[in-house]
């Protein structure tokens, strides 16, 4: 039997790695260190931290509490400092203070098991059974930094730039490949427009950002098919299955359609909630293929909704004819001056058409491909062999109880990976509910693990 785990490194200080650091606590696990490179995003990542003021959770407080085994947590945070109840849908910048809170407030009661480090890990060295940690900056917080065991909390990689588009052609500006990076209405005037690439949760954010900025131009959100996210609405309660729908996407589609029939689309998919991880995990390669191509941009849009007023002001701008929602595939963009020519095709259509804009902001989401990721620490993990794409290339592979999976298909019982980068294996784990059961799971191996040492955990 190895050594027990009695230190784990955290690497990645967003949701997901915060969440797990408190549960190791809670569950009176190993102590740990939590990593982040951006002081902005301790606790908060790019979801919370970026966020305007107007930027809202797509979700009920209600169903937000962070702590698994206590659901009413973040309800009486809100309710104690007079911010909503359980039916609000609570500004993101709110819930980002909620989460550093909970992180402090865990931190002050338990400085010796958990403390924080400001840097950005580089790659991972073995040292015995464990690893130590190599740092960009020799003078990181983290520097010298061992562990028994290390988790990746990485988060979701920085979206990928469409075909068609080539930065180094554009003037500077005119091209935004993240809509979180500085101000996308920088420079713009009334008389411009604004091309996002992309319809979903991220072009609606952007939408009210350049709402939010000033902006009185015309903004074109584009996707392969124009699908906008549905809003929420109050709805009688939903009955969750229990047992999954044949694996067949025929036959989900087929169920789905049924259930709406009787309970409302948005009772349908709700009530698929409990078993979404085990009908992915039945489901073969192909199947998972057909579903990412054909059906995920409608489960999306139905799964991943707005809040109520959000979509009265997405609603307000698409009337006053100052955002519009487009389908149609770019097929290249041409520089002009300090703006560029889009020319593109739209859905159903032959002929390709022509759009001039002031700016392109890429509003396409987070992606999964390491191949084509610049992250240093990603890229030695790679070329090291520790790790390897999942089957679509859309996260990391794992397996059931999170250890990486590397290059040869072998498991390293002291590294591990939770967050979206694990989709690939379970697919819905972006959202809280999921994201706080992974920790939790994790959290009680890893407290286990102290004890009886770290192998087979």
């Keep these: 039997m190895t050594a027990g785990i009695e230190h784990v490194a955290i690497i990645g200080g967003g949701f997901a790695g915060t969440l797990l650091a408190i549960n190791l606590v809670?569950?009176?696990?190993?102590?740990?260190?939590?990593?982040?490179?951006?002081?902005?995003?301790?606790?908060?990542?790019?979801?919370?931290?970026?966020?305007?003021?107007?930027?809202?959770?797509?979700?009920?407080?209600?169903?937000?509490?962070?702590?698994?085994?206590?659901?009413?947590?973040?309800?009486?945070?809100?309710?104690?400092?007079?911010?909503?109840?359980?039916?609000?849908?609570?500004?993101?910048?709110?819930?980002?203070?909620?989460?550093?809170?909970?992180?402090?407030?865990?931190?002050?009661a338990n400085p010796a098991r958990l403390s924080l480090a400001k840097g950005e890990v580089i790659g991972l060295d073995r040292d015995g059974p464990g690893y130590r940690l190599r740092m960009a900056e020799e003078g990181s917080d983290g520097a010298a930094l061992t562990a028994d065991a290390v988790v990746l909390a990485l988060g979701n990689l920085p979206p990928h730039t469409p075909p068609g588009i080539d930065p180094a052609t554009l003037a500077e500006g005119c091209y935004r490949e993240d809509p979180w990076a500085g101000d996308i209405a920088e420079g713009l005037g009334d008389d411009d427009q604004v091309l996002l690439v992309g319809s979903g949760l991220t072009a609606i954010d952007a939408a009210l950002l350049l709402d939010a900025s000033g902006f009185g131009g015309r903004t074109i959100a584009m996707s392969r098919r124009g699908l906008l996210p549905r809003r929420h609405a109050d709805a009688p309660p939903v009955t969750p299955l229990r047992e999954r729908p044949a694996a067949s996407l025929s036959t989900l589609v087929r169920h789905v359609r049924c259930a709406a029939q009787e309970q409302g689309w948005r009772g349908a998919v709700d009530a698929l909630r409990p078993v979404?991880?085990?009908?992915?995990?039945?489901?073969?390669?192909?199947?998972?293929?057909?579903?990412?191509?054909?059906?995920?941009?409608?489960?999306?849009?139905?799964?991943?909704?707005?809040?109520?007023?959000?979509?009265?002001?997405?609603?307000?701008?698409?009337?006053?004819?100052?955002?519009?929602?487009?389908?149609?595939?770019?097929?290249?963009?041409?520089?002009?001056?300090?703006?560029?020519?889009?020319?593109?095709?739209?859905?159903?259509?032959?002929?390709?058409?022509?759009?001039?804009?002031?700016?392109?902001?890429?509003?396409?989401?987070?992606?999964?491909?390491?191949?084509?990721?610049?992250?240093?620490?990603?890229?030695?993990?790679?070329?090291?062999?520790?790790?390897?794409?999942?089957?679509?290339?859309?996260?990391?592979?794992?397996?059931?109880?999170?250890?990486?999976?590397?290059?040869?298909?072998?498991?390293?019982?002291?590294?591990?990976?939770?967050?979206?980068?694990?989709?690939?294996?379970?697919?819905?784990?972006?959202?809280?509910?999921?994201?706080?059961?992974?920790?939790?799971?994790?959290?009680?191996?890893?407290?286990?693990?102290?004890?009886?040492?770290?192998?087979?955990?």
């Design 26 to 108: 809670r569950h009176d696990g190993p102590r740990a260190t939590l990593i982040e490179r951006r002081a902005n995003q301790l606790a908060r990542g790019v979801a919370y931290s970026a966020a305007h003021a107007d930027h809202l959770l797509n979700v009920r407080a209600g169903n937000m509490s962070a702590l698994r085994d206590d659901p009413d947590h973040f309800v009486r945070w809100l309710v104690s400092r007079g911010a909503g109840d359980a039916k609000t849908f609570v500004p993101r910048r709110v819930y980002g203070d909620y989460l550093r809170d909970l992180l402090m407030e865990t931190i002050a």
């Design 276 to 457: 979404t991880q085990m009908m992915w995990g039945a489901a073969d390669g192909a199947t998972r293929a057909r579903f990412l191509r054909h059906v995920r941009p409608y489960w999306d849009v139905h799964r991943h909704r707005l809040a109520p007023s959000v979509a009265d002001r997405v609603e307000a701008l698409m009337a006053a004819g100052r955002l519009a929602i487009t389908g149609g595939k770019l097929v290249r963009v041409e520089p002009q001056g300090q703006g560029a020519v889009v020319h593109w095709r739209p859905r159903g259509a032959e002929a390709v058409e022509t759009l001039k804009v002031a700016r392109i902001v890429n509003c396409t989401g987070p992606q999964g491909d390491l191949l084509r990721s610049r992250e240093p620490l990603i890229r030695h993990l790679l070329d090291a062999g520790m790790i390897r794409p999942d089957a679509l290339r859309i996260g990391l592979e794992v397996d059931a109880q999170s250890h990486v999976v590397a290059a040869d298909g072998g498991v390293d019982d002291r590294l591990y990976c939770i967050g979206p980068m694990t989709r690939g294996g379970l697919w819905e784990v972006v959202a809280v509910p999921d994201l706080r059961q992974q920790n939790w799971e994790l959290a009680r191996r890893l407290a286990h693990a102290q004890w009886v040492g770290g192998e087979g955990l």
